[in-house]
């Protein structure tokens, strides 16, 4: 739900704030039918015991090329179209974490890959965790995602002004050090393993303080961070 949710939401208002090129629609097409067949052909597999063991394995695979595909027809990480403006109070480096964030989609949909091939002898994979590509989508893609579109549009939406920014500039840096920690920590043999997970967890709480750090003045009623004088008047009709 919450991935299909931020993919529709990417297609139409995060690409208008980053200002990226049209997105290609029949790459778009394909990514959404291997998605679906790949979540539907996990499902119904885990579900039934019955069902062969390897088809969840290559509906993760079908997943992750969906989520690899889908990133590629939103050209997220081509060049602008035009050059990228903010809004009146909000976070001015937003389109960092948002453009940040479908590179660890790119980055967990290969570890879902490749741990899923390797589970069916296809390939050999240096990672034993299972889970990790699930870590890396859920903080990486989702956390991110979520952090980048409110710093753009929580501010609009409260009519207040953003006046700190360095809890987000703070949370972007600890966000991305914990995915990439966890992600070090989990390869075989990997040294200081342990603590490499307890620190990236630490991490991810960081940023997540210091994300609600930012948002909570929004919610307070100071006259000084109102909005109201900076924003354009709109015609009554």
């Known amino acids: 739900f919450v991935t299909h949710f931020l993919l529709g939401i990417s297609l139409r208002a995060i690409a208008g704030f980053i200002r990226l090129r049209p997105y290609r629609q029949r790459l778009e097409l394909a990514a959404f039918l291997l998605i679906e067949v790949g979540l539907l052909t996990h499902t119904a597999t885990t579900a039934f015991d019955s069902s062969p063991r390897d088809s969840q394995q290559i509906g993760l695979i079908l997943l992750a090329l969906g989520l690899i595909l889908f990133t590629h027809s939103l050209r997220v990480l081509e060049p602008p179209?035009?050059?990228?403006?903010?809004?009146?109070?909000?976070?001015?480096?937003?389109?960092?974490?948002?453009?940040?964030?479908?590179?660890?989609?790119?980055?967990?949909?290969?570890?879902?890959?490749?741990?899923?091939?390797?589970?069916?002898?296809?390939?050999?994979?240096?990672?034993?965790?299972?889970?990790?590509?699930?870590?890396?989508?859920?903080?990486?893609?989702?956390?991110?995602?979520?952090?980048?579109?409110?710093?753009?549009?929580?501010p609009l939406f409260a009519g207040r002004l953003l006046h700190r920014h360095w809890p987000l500039d703070l949370a972007f840096i600890a966000l991305n050090a914990s995915v990439a920690l966890r992600l070090l920590a989990s390869i075989d043999g990997a040294p200081a393993s342990t603590r490499g997970l307890a620190l990236s967890g630490t991490l991810g709480l960081v940023a997540i303080f210091a994300f609600a750090i930012t948002v909570w003045p929004l919610l307070s009623d100071d006259p000084k961070f109102a909005l109201s004088d900076q924003l354009p008047v709109l015609p009554t009709s």
């Open 81 to 154: 179209i035009a050059p990228r403006t903010g809004a009146p109070g909000s976070y001015p480096r937003y389109p960092w974490i948002l453009i940040a964030a479908y590179c660890w989609l790119l980055v967990g949909a290969i570890a879902i890959a490749g741990h899923a091939g390797a589970t069916l002898d296809w390939w050999s994979w240096p990672i034993p965790s299972s889970s990790l590509g699930l870590h890396i989508v859920t903080l990486g893609f989702i956390t991110m995602t979520i952090v980048g579109f409110a710093a753009r549009t929580l």
